[in-house]
Each structure stands twice: as structure tokens, then as C-alpha cells.
């Protein structure tokens, strides 16, 4: 086993613990002023597609507001092209699982060189992003300070409280606020750009596979690695769209995912006899942007896809059971959620605390987003597609 590489959690967690004994020494300071307005920034995300989204958007609003400013990214594989398509910038990349100390050493050099005004950690817990960010020597570093005490205040100037009773786009926006106190309240997200040549892939693409010119409703019916209660099941959405053909005849479902949701779509397949098309593994979040801008609504679990549908100004309807709309509520001007909210363990999962049971406690598994009834998805539906086309 290499001792120097982050791809085994065992060393990763003796390395944070040996930053955390560190971080215990270094003196308080409180809050610097930020002084005159940044032009060079360096923003650090690393997993969470979701995350991601709300990050880009934000750095998007404070460049569109200020264009003076210049944004560069450090970032892994996962993250590296929702934070980046369609821009111009030096990305930095580094992989957790698989890079190791030299190469953070040498990602830090090539930082350092770049003599950025101002860092952003966008991470909410790692000491470690703290500890490079604060290792940049950048006159302003901006990160989160979660509820439980870890040290990360002391790695920045501009430490930024995380507030339980937020969300996490409301949080993103108050680190944004102290570069620039002007931005708008409400703030919405901003659609990821889709190039021309994209465009004309999904001419092709479309022309090829939807038949009709009646409305077309995507479904995800996964959602990420960890926590699978967090699913609506499979049959639900079959429900919910065998109940929306029988309002809108000729109705195609469009089911998004990659290889993680294959089983979920064949199963799908199996219970559905309407319109069907299948974009799964399209290429690039480039492409799925422009599939989703392309549909009239959304249906899913809190996952990445849900934010994008939104961020891409899409009717969009999140579900919601073990984690709280409250935090991860689809940000967008046509988006709502459904959050039944009938099981006392609900919710259970609270990323702000790094609170993910590996189990659901309930009696039936995901029991609380059986608790969702196909009713209220088409409530909330009608709600964000103004009545458009559900009657």
C-alpha cells in the first residue's frame, strides 16, 4: 500500500486526522475584510454533479455581473465538465481516489504560480481542500465552516457558516455575496451553455427517436452511488406515466441515466407499453443539457440530473423522502418538489453533518418515498407546466 496516496480511505483518514491535530495549534483569526474586488479566482469542487451545477451557476452570475473577473477550476474527472463546458479557463484536476500526495504537490506549485486573488472551497467538510486552500497564500480564501467543530475556519480568511436551516444554494450565494455584496435577491441559476455543434447533434438525435410532437416527460429513475432508498420505485413511475398518457395521448417518456440506471430501465421497459426513448450514455453533460432544455418536464429523486433540469430551465418536479427539499430543493423558475413527509425517521440523511445511513430504519425500505402517491406528482407537475398540457 502506498502511504502518500488519498485512493485508500484508511490513509485518507489518517491524513485528515493528522491535519485536524494540526489545525488545533493554529491561532484563531476572525474575519478579514475582503478589500478591493478580486480579478483572479480559483474555485475548488470536486465530487457531487448537483453541487456542481449550483457552484457553476453562481460563479456564472458573479461573472456576468462583473466582467472584469477571470475564473479558473480545480477539480476531479466527475466535476470537470459541468464546471467547465463552454468557457474559457486553466482547469487544475485532481482525483481523490486516485492521485496521491505528489501529485497534490505539484497541482499546489502550479496554483501557487498563478498568484490568484481569491480562492473558493466549495467543499463543506474536507480539512483537506481547507488545508490546500489555505497552502494557495491567497490574499482571500473563502470556504465553509460546517456545525461540528473541524478547524476549517482557521484555513480562511473569509470563513462561511453553514446554516441547517438553509439551503445549499442559499449558502453558495452568501459566499458569493462577500465578493459581491450586489448580487440579487432571488438569485436562480443559469442554463450551462450547449454549442452549436451540440445543437446540431440533437436536431439529429431527436429528429431520430421522438415520433411525435406531443409532449415529451423525462424520468431518472436512479439516483447516485450512495443511499438507494432515496429511489422513487420503478413502479410509481410507471404509474405516474401510464396516468399522464391516459391525459395526453401520444405522450413520449424520455429516461435519462448512465449504466447505473440500465437495470431500472429495463424494468421500466418491462411495465410500460406507451412511447418510449432511451437517453442514457449521451456523450457529455454538454449533450444532456441540451436533451433536457429540449423536454417539457423533469420527474426525479434528488440527484444531479434533477439540478441540471432545473438550472436548464426545465419543468421540473424533485422527490423527496430521506433528505430534506429544504437543503436540496431543485433551484429554478419552474421547479417544485414533493416531500411526503408521513415517517417519523424522516428525514435521515443530513449532508451538512456527513449523516448518510448506509440502511433505511424503516419497516419497507424507502418507505417514505413510497409514501409519494402518483397524485401529488401530478399536482406539482400541473403547478411548474402551468396546467399546459395534464389538464
Not at 94 to 119: E, H, N, T
Not at 162 to 176: D, T, Y
Not at 262 to 284: C, D, H, P, T, Y
Not at 370 to 378: A, K, P, S, T
Request: charged share 25%; hydrophobic share 40%.
Amino acid at each position: 500500500m502506498n502511504l502518500f496516496s488519498y485512493r485508500y480511505r484508511l490513509i485518507h483518514a489518517l491524513v485528515e486526522k493528522m491535519v485536524a491535530f494540526i489545525a488545533k495549534m493554529l491561532p484563531e483569526r476572525g474575519s478579514l475584510p475582503v478589500g478591493c474586488s478580486p480579478r483572479r479566482i480559483l474555485v475548488l469542487k470536486f465530487g457531487g454533479m448537483g453541487e456542481a451545477v449550483l457552484a457553476r451557476s453562481l460563479m456564472d452570475r458573479l461573472k456576468e455581473r462583473n466582467p472584469q473577473i477571470s475564473v479558473d477550476f480545480l477539480v476531479e474527472e466527475r466535476t470537470a465538465e459541468t464546471m467547465t463546458c463552454g468557457s474559457r479557463q486553466n482547469v487544475f484536476r485532481y482525483s481523490p481516489k486516485s492521485d496521491g500526495l505528489l501529485k497534490a504537490i505539484k497541482v499546489l506549485i502550479a496554483v501557487r504560480r498563478q498568484r490568484y486573488d481569491a480562492v473558493l472551497d466549495f467543499e463543506q467538510h474536507s480539512l483537506l481542500t481547507a488545508l490546500f486552500t489555505r497552502a494557495t497564500s491567497a490574499p482571500i480564501r473563502l470556504g465553509f465552516v460546517p456545525s461540528e467543530q473541524n478547524n476549517r475556519e482557521k484555513m480562511f480568511t473569509q470563513p462561511v457558516q453553514l446554516n441547517e436551516n438553509e439551503s445549499m444554494w442559499a449558502a453558495f450565494v452568501r459566499m458569493g455575496r462577500i465578493l459581491d455584496p450586489g448580487l440579487p435577491q432571488p438569485l436562480m441559476t443559469v442554463p450551462l451553455p450547449v454549442s452549436r455543434s451540440t445543437e446540431e447533434w440533437l436536431h439529429e438525435w431527436w429528429k431520430s427517436r421522438v415520433r411525435t410532437s406531443a409532449p415529451v416527460v423525462a424520468m431518472h429513475l436512479g439516483v447516485g452511488p450512495s443511499a438507494q432508498y432515496r429511489r422513487w420505485p420503478v413502479a410509481r413511475f410507471v404509474e405516474l406515466a401510464s396516468a399522464m398518457v391516459a391525459r395526453q395521448p401520444n405522450l413520449t417518456i424520455l429516461l435519462t441515466g448512465g449504466k447505473s440506471e440500465r437495470s431500472f430501465i429495463e424494468e421500466f421497459k418491462g411495465r410500460f407499453s406507451g412511447e418510449m426513448v432511451e437517453a442514457i450514455e449521451l456523450g457529455g453533460i454538454e449533450r444532456t443539457c441540451a436533451v433536457l432544455r429540449r423536454c417539457d418536464l423533469l420527474v426525479s429523486a434528488d440527484t444531479g440530473i434533477m439540478h441540471l433540469a432545473a438550472a436548464m430551465a426545465t419543468p421540473t418536479v424533485g422527490l423527496f423522502g430521506p433528505n430534506t427539499p429544504d437543503c436540496w430543493a431543485p433551484v429554478g423558475v419552474r421547479s417544485t418538489y414533493v416531500y411526503a413527509r408521513k415517517q417519523l425517521c424522516s428525514p435521515c440523511i443530513n449532508s451538512y453533518k456527513r449523516q448518510i445511513p448506509d440502511q433505511c430504519t424503516a419497516e419497507r425500505e424507502g418507505a417514505c418515498m413510497w409514501d409519494i402517491e402518483v397524485d401529488d406528482v401530478l399536482m406539482a407537475a400541473k403547478q411548474v407546466i402551468h396546467g399546459e398540457w395534464l389538464g
